[in-house]
């Protein structure tokens, strides 16, 4: 898949030129796909599926930062994965290219008419746009899928929307993925995204304090700007060679010995391979319990081997999903 920078509107208004796709025109569409949660993954599907249909592309067209970040900064939300992740689980969903659009108040200020004409039709040349039944798009989220399909008609582009993807009797969204993080319930976020949630990060040293106690931990210089609610998981981790191991993983501040800095650190069961320096995602299985102060370090191993035969007996049964 091809990740392509789009260049803000500049102040001619003309538009930030057109990404190079070939011969047909692509079926596009249009989201913030934080977490490419199932939601995202339905609209993937459609875009990609009546690409197929023509031998054409599939574009997904994004922003960044996200649109609140620039409209809303003091209650932006935190962002489920970097633009790296999403290019990666698009990618594999079948998208052709990623289109990035700066958000700036330049384009919140954009009127739907504009937004269609210069970005959907000049930019990226759509035959088809694939959005979400309830899509709002251009200045003050004035236009809806009933502007957009008028629109379309005479910039000559078709419009599908799908509807909502359900669960539990309600939309699925990276908002209650993160409500469900907040609030360490792994399992539910699992459910909303389609598989587990993953923090991934390079391996830094820590305090060496894992490694005196018999259990060495990898710690994470996490690229994630959201941490499962502090505690510890069963997780599986995946390193630089690609494969998984079982694992058990601490959020928090290490009470017992007094810490104050949030860190993650993972021992991986069975493995003894030197770690640092290596890229390491985690993917949060179960959550086993609330991070607690232990009277001594004897409490502490006794405990943490307790945690290590618990996530051993989880992880042993659980699907993979990554």
Do not use: C, W
Not at 4 to 31: D, F, H
Not at 242 to 262: E, I, K, S
Request: aromatic share 6%.
């Amino acid at each position: 898949m091809e990740v392509v920078r789009l260049e803000s509107r500049p102040p001619t208004g003309a538009g930030p030129g057109r990404v190079p796709l070939g011969g047909l025109r692509p079926v596009v569409t249009v989201g913030n796909f934080d977490g490419v949660h199932r939601g995202h993954q339905a609209l993937v599907t459609a875009a990609v599926s009546r690409a197929l249909e023509s031998f054409g592309s599939a574009v997904a067209l994004t922003f960044d930062p996200h649109p609140a970040r620039v409209l809303q900064p003091e209650r932006a939300p935190r962002s489920l994965m970097t633009l790296e992740h999403k290019a990666e689980y698009l990618a594999a969903l079948g998208v052709d290219v990623l289109a990035v659009l700066p958000f700036t108040h330049d384009l919140a200020a954009e009127s739907p008419e504009g937004f269609a004409r210069v970005v959907l039709a000049g930019t990226l040349r759509a035959r088809a746009v694939v959005v979400g039944a309830g899509f709002r798009f251009g200045k003050g989220r004035a236009g809806d899928v009933a502007l957009l399909r008028r629109l379309g008609e005479s910039l000559e582009f078709e419009v599908f929307a799908v509807p909502a993807v359900m669960h539990e009797g309600r939309p699925v969204s990276s908002t209650r993925i993160r409500e469900s993080l907040a609030a360490g319930d792994v399992a539910s976020a699992a459910a909303l995204l389609g598989r587990p949630y993953f923090v991934e990060g390079r391996v830094v040293r820590g305090e060496g304090r894992g490694r005196t106690l018999g259990v060495p931990t990898a710690n994470l210089d996490a690229a994630n700007e959201i941490l499962p609610k502090n505690g510890v998981y069963a997780a599986r981790a995946r390193v630089a060679t690609g494969v998984l191991r079982p694992a058990v993983v601490n959020v928090g501040r290490r009470p017992t010995f007094g810490g104050d800095a949030l860190t993650v650190e993972a021992h991986l069961l069975d493995f003894e391979a030197d770690l640092y320096g290596q890229s390491l995602r985690l993917f949060f299985q179960a959550r086993l319990r609330d991070e607690r102060t232990f009277a001594d370090k004897g409490a502490l191993v006794r405990q943490i081997h307790e945690d290590k035969s618990t996530a051993a007996r989880i992880l042993e049964g659980a699907r993979d999903g990554v």
